[in-house]
């Protein structure tokens, strides 16, 4: 049996007013989702997919962000500790400068009036601290005795501190002299630390 459309619209037609209105309304409703799914909701989509691709773009920008201010303070931190290396190895002198060093420390010492009464090597107590392919390194003591003021040999250590030479304070004491010494007796070993390089005797 044939159904033409005229015949479904007769039976509209004769239907009654309100069947009429829910057929117009059904009939709307189908174009409505027919619409969503087939023409808005891979719209939707795609722009949830693009919010989506935003924010991870966002969180990759502000990683990369991130990334490269660590970057730059490692850098900073890499140039600044090797800053402070160069300069510590400018006060790191070899065994053969020993005479220099003793030199250096008298004059220092004149500086200040620091008056020193012994100032002595002892290469028979030398440590060795390291050795590495680059070199090994030794704390060599120098027993300094002297008279002085406390504050003169306060400013007489932190020049040499200052100056070219790593040292490290030990055995250091100050007491009262005689009635004819003007000031302190003092007496402290500075250790000096020195490098010797390979292929140098």
């Keep these: 049996m044939k159904i033409s459309v005229q015949d479904i619209m007769r039976s509209i037609n004769r239907a009654d ?10 009939i709307l409703l189908a174009a409505f989702a027919l619409d969503y799914f ?6 939707i989509r795609s722009l949830k997919g693009l919010a989506e691709a935003a924010k991870t773009a966002s969180a990759d920008i502000q990683r990369v962000s991130h990334d490269l201010q660590r970057i730059q303070q490692i850098k900073d931190g890499l140039n600044s500790s090797r800053a402070e290396l160069e300069a510590m190895s400018l006060k790191i002198r070899s065994p053969q400068e020993v005479p220099l060093i003793l030199e250096e420390i008298s004059r220092t010492a004149n500086q200040f009036n620091v008056k020193i009464d012994q100032l002595k090597p002892m290469p028979e107590s030398q440590e060795t601290l390291i050795s590495t392919p680059e070199g090994k390194y030794y704390a060599l003591p120098i027993v300094i005795k002297a008279v002085c003021g406390y504050h003169m040999f306060g400013h007489f250590l932190n020049t040499l501190e200052s100056g070219h030479l790593f040292f490290i ?9 005689p009635q004819d010494v003007k000031g302190l007796l003092v007496q402290a070993t500075l250790k000096v630390i020195l490098t010797e390089k390979p292929g140098k005797p």
Aim: avoid cysteine; hydrophobic fraction near 50%; glycine fraction near 16%.
């Design 17 to 26: 007013i309100k069947v009429r209105y829910g057929i117009f309304a059904g």
């Design 38 to 43: 087939l023409l808005m909701g891979p719209q």
């Design 169 to 177: 304070l030990r055995d250091w004491h100050m007491e009262a002299g």
